[in-house]
């Protein structure tokens, strides 16, 4: 049976997490039809349809659908269910909110946060903030999924287009009602999608620290800037820079962690980087077990250095 | 009104657990528990709504063993009125834990269910979801601010991009993110009030609710182990190695 990609977009291209979702949604073997929905996307539908794999885009267009409330979005999802053996999303903000609604629906119990496809009904997925891998066969007849999307490659667009095909939107939502959002405006890479991660914690000291002595090395080398909980909780960065078991998790070629002790919940976020650099003043940091290159010292006096060499 | 606040007992946050020699789950002999710290944010966030007024009992809910009491009364030393044992032994996966809350939301007729956004120990982020679907209620996840007016409740929530607002009428559901609020400690009195608070004892069949689990654990494995590097002496020796030995500059 097909699989239904639920598609995170922008109303005008697919989000990147997206794109990995569906490497995963086709290792399942079957064809992969992608949803988009919202208000306005007819072009990320048709930037979805150019994606390798996708053989039909559902377009759900309209204002009920507006900044895609959870509500709306799963009578939705399930109303199309029927045709489909899985219904495969990115484990974003988004997917976390919507997926386990869609599921409940549809009396499936949801496996979240698949890192590794072993066979069709099969998966492994990190608990115990990545220190157990659990390997879970589904007896639902269908499966619902989330996909980390740190764990898969993006895929690459096709040759020809696939069909885009309308589908009515649901009823709007009754007792939910968006009110506004404070989205943050950032130049730099999208932090789910940079090749190199500066993170920054509670070293740092300050939220006017942490921006002066991290931006020009995230400037210099096209970084993300991540955030420990500690750098959060103490207001020096934004809550939508955390990394961690409970913020997001990130694979990048290099994490260089300043300022950063090392707690499970933040290697859980940040563990899988390729090249890990630490900097710390203290020799014991645990950040140190998973450093490929550690450098102790005061970061005050060795990022001003770093940002110069490069 | 009143808000039910639902309750997991899970490995301390500060263990790092170890997986079993035989690979069928992680061991949890001997290792401290305690309640799942995104369910201490959601106590402490009913306390203070009931504290300003806008409610008027707090109940504990959780699934679990016997010892799961002990997490129900760690919540009430923390202030909440009285708590619900639903006892069950084994693996009991979101979904039926999801359902087993329905079954008390018949019961209790709450107004307001708060819980964490994600137990520690399964990472799943799904039990509220799934709730506010079983019941119908509109949800508000990864709450980092809950504004109770009358028949309403203004929520800011932490997404991906930033903060989100939504306003939900109520009866709804609500899961906690970090920033909510920082929990209390149980003051000595209130360790000694809440030996006296009653916990009522339930059980998923008792409630009509199947718990049986939907997915097979084959294997828990350890991850895969990342070696330790080295220690750099400098800037320069650091630019150095990234540059030639890693090829990432
Ligand atoms: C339920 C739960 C969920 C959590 N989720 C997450 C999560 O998703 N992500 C996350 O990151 N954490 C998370 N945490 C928090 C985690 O347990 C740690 O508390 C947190 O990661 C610590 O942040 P930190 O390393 O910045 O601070 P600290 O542990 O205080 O470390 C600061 C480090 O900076 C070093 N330092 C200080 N000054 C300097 C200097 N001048 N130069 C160089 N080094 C210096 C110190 O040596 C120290 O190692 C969670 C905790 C709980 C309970
Ligand atoms: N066995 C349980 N008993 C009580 N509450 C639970 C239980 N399991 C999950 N929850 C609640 O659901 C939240 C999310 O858990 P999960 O979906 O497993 O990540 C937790 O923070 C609790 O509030």
Not at chain 1, 105 to 120: E, F, G, N, W
Not at chain 1, 128 to 141: L, R
Not at chain 1, 268 to 292: C, Q, R
Not at chain 2, 150 to 169: C, N, P, S, Y
Request: with cysteine; glycine share 8%.
């Amino acid at each position: 049976m097909t699989t239904l990609l639920v598609a995170e977009h922008d109303n005008t291209a697919l989000a990147e997490p997206s794109l990995r979702a569906l490497a995963a949604a086709r290792q399942l073997g079957s064809d992969v039809h992608a949803l988009v929905a919202g208000r306005d996307c007819r072009a990320a539908a048709e930037a979805a349809a150019l994606q390798d794999g996708v053989t039909k885009v559902l377009l759900a267009d309209g204002e009920e659908l507006d900044h895609q409330l959870a509500e709306p979005m799963a009578e939705l999802i399930v109303s199309l269910a029927g045709d489909y053996g899985a219904i495969v999303a990115a484990a974003t903000a988004a997917g976390k909110n919507l997926m386990p609604r869609v599921a409940a629906l549809l009396d499936v119990m949801q496996v979240s946060d698949i890192t590794r496809v072993v066979a069709p009904d099969t998966f492994e997925r990190p608990i115990y903030a990545g220190n157990a891998i659990e390997t879970v066969k589904s007896s639902d007849s269908k499966l619902v999924i989330t996909v980390r999307a740190s764990a898969f490659g993006p895929g690459a667009t096709g040759v020809a287009p696939a069909p885009v095909v309308d589908v009515a939107p649901p009823r709007a939502s009754a007792n939910s009602h968006f009110v506004r959002a404070v989205i943050a405006q950032s130049a730099r890479p999208e932090l789910n999608a940079a090749r190199i991660v500066i993170s920054g914690g509670r070293g740092l000291q300050s939220a006017d620290n942490f921006n002066k002595y991290l931006a020009p090395l995230a400037d210099k080398l096209n970084a993300a800037i991540g955030a420990s909980r500690a750098a959060v909780d103490a207001g020096y960065a934004a809550n939508n820079l955390q990394v961690g078991q409970t913020g997001k998790i990130v694979a990048p070629d290099r994490d260089i962690a300043c300022g950063i002790s090392g707690a499970i919940q933040h290697l859980a976020g940040m563990k899988n980087s390729k090249v890990i650099v630490a900097i710390n003043k203290d020799p014991e940091a645990p950040i140190f077990a998973v450093a490929d290159y550690g450098l102790v010292g005061d970061l005050f006096e060795i990022l001003p250095q770093l940002t110069a060499a490069l | 009104m009143r808000i039910l606040v639902a309750v997991k007992r899970v490995v301390d946050f500060n263990v790092k657990v170890r997986v079993k020699p035989d690979e069928t789950g992680v061991d949890l002999a001997n290792v401290k528990m305690a309640m799942n710290p995104f369910d201490e944010i959601a106590v402490e966030e009913a306390l203070r709504q009931k504290e300003a007024g806008k409610a008027d009992e707090v109940v504990l809910v959780s699934i679990g063993p016997a010892e799961a009491a002990e997490t129900i009364r760690s919540g009430l030393a923390m202030g909440a009125d009285r708590g619900i044992l639903v006892k069950s032994d084994g693996r009991i996966e979101p979904l039926a834990v999801a359902k087993v809350l329905k079954a008390v939301i018949d019961r209790e007729r709450p107004g307001l269910v708060i819980l964490g956004k994600q137990a520690i120990d399964d990472d799943s982020n799904q039990t509220g979801q799934m709730l506010a679907a079983l019941v119908g209620w509109p949800q508000a996840t990864f709450a980092s601010s809950v504004v109770l007016d009358g028949e309403r409740a203004e929520v800011t929530r932490e997404i991906d991009g930033g903060l989100e607002t939504l306003e939900l009428k109520l009866p709804a559901v609500v899961t906690t993110d970090l920033r909510l609020n920082e929990p209390r400690y149980a003051s000595l009195p209130n360790i000694m009030k809440a030996k006296r608070k009653p916990i009522e004892e339930l059980t998923p069949a008792g409630l009509g609710v199947d718990v049986a689990p939907r997915l097979e654990v084959l294997k828990v494995a350890p991850p895969e182990p990342r070696k330790g590097g080295v220690k750099v002496n400098s800037v320069p020796e650091l630019v150095d190695r990234l540059k030639n030995e890693a090829g990432v500059l």
